[in-house]
């Protein structure tokens, strides 16, 4: 009698994503993503998120996995010559979202990456990695406000992890407070005010030219780092995360820090 291999899919799983960078991995249940009201996924998308099941019908479970910005040079955009801005530091995620598909083709099982109009956000929430913080992005115990996301969604029924319920902010706002443009309020960023997404216009208003200049610096024509002021000020930010910033960065509270050693 031939013997059946029992796999533990999850272990498979988060082995590949940690193999390749990974720090963070979890499970979300797409009965629960998929029961929770639309939001608006705002930036360059602009538009309402869609139930997982829209593009896969037989969708059951959704990978969760999340990549560190561990220095600057991860938050460097690129415009092409085409005008899309992308971002050299996130390509690991392509790269473990590959594996993760591949890994469950294999064993027969579907799989395809998330759409843009999936709210990855809420997704590592149900995954158990993080809590929304008042920057509007994930926060981890561990590693802040640094893990940058990647979602791939299967057919495989998965136990899905907990989801994340602790309040990481409290009564802080230091994120809100060390905005430039005070583009947040507590949970939610205003793209028509951060400058993260006054760089995607055509023409960038005159009021935010010395803002951008000074936290959102342009390297080469075509080069720039991303604004990271309201993750730079987090409490949950490390020690290392903040001494690995380019000498044009500017680090909220630092010459005061240093003032009280």
């Given at each position: ?255 005061k820090a240093r003032k009280g050693r």
């Amino acid at each position: 009698m031939q013997k059946v291999q029992v796999v533990d899919l999850r272990a498979v799983l988060e082995k590949a994503c940690k193999d390749r960078g990974a720090v963070a991995f979890g499970i979300a249940s797409v009965d629960e993503y998929d029961s929770l009201p639309p939001i608006k996924i705002e930036y360059t998308v602009n538009r309402w998120s869609k139930r997982l099941r829209e593009d896969f019908p037989d969708a059951r479970s959704a990978i969760v996995f999340g990549i560190p910005s561990i220095d600057d040079a991860d938050e460097l955009g690129v415009r092409r010559s085409n005008g899309e801005v992308v971002w050299p530091g996130y390509m690991p995620i392509s790269i473990i979202a590959r594996e993760i598909a591949k890994q469950l083709q294999r064993l027969g099982l579907k799989a395809q990456f998330a759409s843009e109009l999936s709210s990855h956000k809420r997704l590592a929430v149900l995954a158990g990695i993080g809590a929304y913080g008042k920057n509007s992005l994930i926060i981890s115990p561990k590693h802040g406000p640094w893990l940058r996301l990647g979602i791939v969604v299967t057919n495989a029924p998965m136990k899905p992890d907990k989801p994340f319920t602790a309040d990481l902010c409290g009564k802080c706002q230091r994120c809100v407070d060390a905005c430039p443009t005070g583009a947040l309020k507590p949970y939610v960023a205003d793209p028509d005010k951060c400058l993260v997404g006054i760089r995607y216009l055509d023409r960038v208003p005159e009021k935010y030219k010395a803002p951008m200049k000074k936290y959102m610096p342009q390297l080469t024509s075509r080069t720039h780092i991303m604004c990271s002021q309201c993750q730079l000020s987090c409490r949950y930010t490390t020690a290392e995360r903040k001494a690995s910033v380019m000498a044009c960065t500017h680090v909220p509270g630092k010459a005061k820090a240093r003032k009280g050693r």
